[in-house]
């Protein structure tokens, strides 16, 4: 069975910092592309970025290019998600998700991340 | 970046009744429509890839349809727990886009 658990997310102040980690379990890891949608409070999904098996190919939204760094360690199962310069916008719940075919596959429960002073 | 529009933005029906959710893409992207779930408090969960194939365990009552710009989710025999919101996503280039998502209410 396909487990994904996301950890990380806080309350931080505008401007800061905060890296989110997806553990993931139950499919061959290295196997597929992984990514992160976030949906605002009360509002739809959003996706933010993904990535390949590999860890070779990775791709951003345009409201998060240059702030945020999605990575992987294949040997540990896990997914990251690197947010800098984090604004009020950003709020949101955090989801990560395996893909394949562009699709999201499995879905892991949410992290919060709550951007304010 | 391609757009994706969803229509209605909510509706109501009773329980064995058949909807239909439409959902607009900006350009051609062929057969490249995903649809999902998403339940109050829950993450979403993929109802349809590739505009029509059912993921194992969806129920046959949950159909698409489609190509190109248009395409349609079809739920007939509505159940209580298909109450939720779904939203439609294109696979056909990056970045992804999801439509801004259609309420499902059950009488």
């Known amino acids: 069975e396909v487990q994904l658990v996301e950890s990380g997310g806080g309350l931080v102040q505008p401007g800061g910092s905060l890296r989110l980690s997806c553990a993931a379990s139950?499919?061959?890891?290295?196997?597929?592309?992984m990514n992160w949608v976030r949906q605002a409070p009360g509002k739809g999904l959003e996706w933010v970025s993904e990535?390949?098996?590999?860890?070779?190919?990775?791709f951003y939204a345009d409201s998060v290019k240059g702030r945020f760094t999605i990575s992987r360690d294949n040997s540990k199962n896990t997914l990251y998600l690197q947010m800098n310069s984090l604004r009020a916008e950003d709020t949101a719940i955090f989801f990560c998700?395996?893909?394949?075919?562009?699709?999201?596959w499995g879905w892991g429960q949410g992290t919060m991340v709550t951007v304010s002073s | 970046d391609i757009q994706m529009t969803q229509s209605p933005s909510s509706l109501s029906a009773s329980v064995g009744d058949r909807v239909t959710v439409t959902c607009r893409a900006s350009?051609?992207?062929?057969?490249?429509l995903g649809w999902y779930q998403q339940k109050p408090g829950d993450a979403p969960k993929l109802l349809i890839s590739?505009?029509?194939s059912l993921p194992s365990g969806v129920p046959s009552r949950f159909g698409g349809s489609g190509s190109g710009t248009v395409f349609t989710l079809t739920i007939s025999n509505l159940q209580p727990e298909d109450s939720a919101t779904y939203y439609c996503?294109?696979?056909?280039?990056?970045?992804?886009?999801f439509g801004q998502g259609t309420k499902l209410e059950i009488k």
């Open positions: 139950g499919f061959t890891f290295s196997s597929y592309s």
């Open positions: 998700g395996n893909t394949r075919y562009g699709y999201n």
């Open positions: 996503q294109q696979a056909k280039s990056f970045p992804r886009t």
């Open positions: 590739a505009a029509s």
């Open positions: 350009q051609d992207i062929s057969g490249s």
């Open positions: 990535i390949d098996g590999s860890g070779t190919y990775a």
